[in-house]
């Protein structure tokens, strides 16, 4: 059997995935984690198909065909897995093993693994609730979580620094604005003829949609300041130069229909669910007080540190 060094996964796997099943194919996808058949060998280690599939159950099963479908990914994944068993062969050659310690170590992470999957079980099998009401309820007691943006409607003015001195661009703007608020129909006007905005050309100034973090932050927040429809704002500095704002229009932030958002409403409750019964399960698990022997913490730093622990040295951050 030839084993290629770049395996073109995400091509192969992808067809082998998506392809139709027949019943011989169906038994074999139902025995995940069982065959034997080599997938890929590298020196004197081989790594099994069987041993793939425990790796790839891992990855959570909203994201294994994009990762399939990631030669990269899954070339990675195995180059690593072969790693692994690379060096676990030299160590188990070294017999390194056998020592006490890193037979604890190994037990502990075998265990690790197991409650991790465990739990991932348990949260898996969680009976089904009633989502839509858990949904629906939510919706009612969080209002402020299913709010529309606030939107402002607003024009500017850019005064750029870069071709004069900060002075005279500040300078040129209030003398903008003050022009302005004896007549505020010249806007238009004094956006094609003073701004040094260069999108101005497609959009004459105008920001008709605009919603809190798509803006600079000193632009941003004068522009929501703003209170009525018409009010131009005094010159407002950004690393772009001095901006005059204007208020065209403003649209409240509002309730949304639960219609509207009910699909992710669903799938919040559901999460909020699941991780409310696994919680549940482990406060179950974990009701029995933890019970330490008698001085069992002091004789575990004595055997580290020996007897006189004041002689223990003090290792400093």
Known sequence: ????????????????????????????????????????????????????????????????????????????????????????????????????????????????????????????????????????????????EFMTDEVRDVSHILVNNEDRSSEEALQLATSLRDQLLEDPSRFEEFVKQYSDDPSKAGNGGRFPRMIRGQMVKPFEEVAFALQNVGDISEPVETPYGYHIIRLNQQYPSRPQPFEDVKAEAMTQAREKYLESYRSRYIRKLVADPIELQEGAVELMAKRYFGEDLELAPDYKE
């Open 1 to 144: 059997m030839k084993f290629e060094s770049h395996f073109l996964a995400g091509a192969f796997l992808m067809v082998f995935f998506l392809a139709p099943l027949n019943a011989e194919e169906m038994s074999q996808k139902a025995a995940l984690g069982e065959s034997q058949e080599i997938f890929a060998k590298q020196g004197n280690v081989v790594l099994t198909q069987g041993e793939l599939d425990a790796a790839f159950s891992r990855i959570p099963a909203e994201y294994r065909l994009a990762f399939i479908r990631n030669g990269e990914r899954v070339d990675r994944l195995v180059g690593d897995l072969l790693r692994i068993k690379l060096a676990a062969a030299d160590a188990i050659g070294a017999h390194y093993n056998e020592d006490p310690l890193v037979k604890g170590r190994m037990s502990l992470a075998a265990e690790k693994e197991l409650a991790e999957g465990w739990m991932a079980k348990v949260k898996e099998d969680a009976p089904d609730a009633d989502y839509a009401a858990l949904a629906h309820e939510y919706y009612l007691a969080n209002p402020d």
